[in-house]
T-cell receptor
Framework: GAVVSQHPSRVICKSGTSVKIECRSL??????MFWYRQFPKQSLMLMAT?????????EQGVEKDKFLINHASLTLSTLTVTSAHPEDSSFYIC??????????????FGPGTRLTVL | GNSVTQMEGPVTLSEEAFLTINCTYT??????LFWYVQYPGEGLQLLLK?????DKGSNKGFEATYRKETTSFHLEKGSVQVSDSAVYFC????????????FGTGTRLKVLA
């Protein structure tokens, strides 16, 4: 159980276009989803926290107009990279926290999306 | 503030060797502690966790004990395999109600046959 999927797994786009990444919890309802960015051989950097039905909370230094997050349901969150540029190329990973398990704080991670902006 | 310090890698071991990856933390209150593993090109998989002092998390031969007195959560395995080659991340969940994780920098493990 506790499977999180991401789509697409890999995307290549031209500079100036927008890219949408989906994150789904497949067999559980997620109270909260998180979006991370990972640079090569580095740790994960939290970009934003997404709660169903409310606006995402962005970490300091993350442009909310650049990285649009929508948490449409308890099983789906999307990250849209708007007007992408080569410096946005990265590995984007989402995670989800189970709903209805009291104060459980375990996050389950998706497999990641490799974004390359040409 | 909250932080996680992990030993720097890479760590290179021969198959069947004993593994220790050190992790210490700083936190207010009583965080939950986690070890995640990341294989090349993939997301993170939960390896084990502990939610209170003296708890021992274990999975697939890996173990880690929540030591409050030394603020540590070292990862150990008695006999590593080539398939254990991956990057290992220590993380804490701050007891602030936000459920955010603080990650260590990750330790790359390479096991040679």
């Amino acid at each position: 159980g506790a499977v999180v999927s991401q789509h697409p797994s890999r995307v290549i786009c031209k500079s100036g276009t927008s890219v949408k990444i989906e994150c789904r919890s497949l067999d559980f309802q997620a109270t909260t989803m998180f979006w991370y960015r990972q640079f090569p051989k580095q740790s994960l950097m939290l970009m934003a926290t997404s709660n169903e039905g409310s606006k995402a909370t962005y970490e300091q230094g993350v442009e909310k107009d650049k990285f649009l997050i929508n948490h449409a349901s308890l099983t789906l969150s999307t990250l849209t990279v708007t007007s992408a540029h080569p410096e946005d190329s990265s590995f984007y990973i989402c995670s989800a926290r189970l709903r209805g398990r009291g104060t459980t704080d375990t996050q389950y991670f998706g497999p990641g999306t490799r974004l390359t902006v040409l | 503030g909250n932080s996680v310090t992990q030993m720097e890698g890479p760590v290179t071991l021969s198959e069947e060797a004993f593994l220790t990856i050190n992790c210490t933390y700083t936190a207010t209150g009583y965080p939950s502690l986690f070890w995640y593993v990341q294989y090349p090109g993939e997301g993170l998989q939960l390896l084990l966790k502990a939610t209170k002092a003296d708890d021992k998390g274990s999975n697939k031969g890996f173990e880690a004990t929540y030591r409050k007195e030394t603020t540590s959560f070292h990862l150990e395995k008695g006999s590593v395999q080539v398939s254990d080659s991956a990057v290992y991340f220590c993380a804490l969940s701050a007891p602030s109600g936000t459920y955010k994780y603080i990650f260590g920098t990750g330790t790359r493990l390479k096991v040679l046959a």
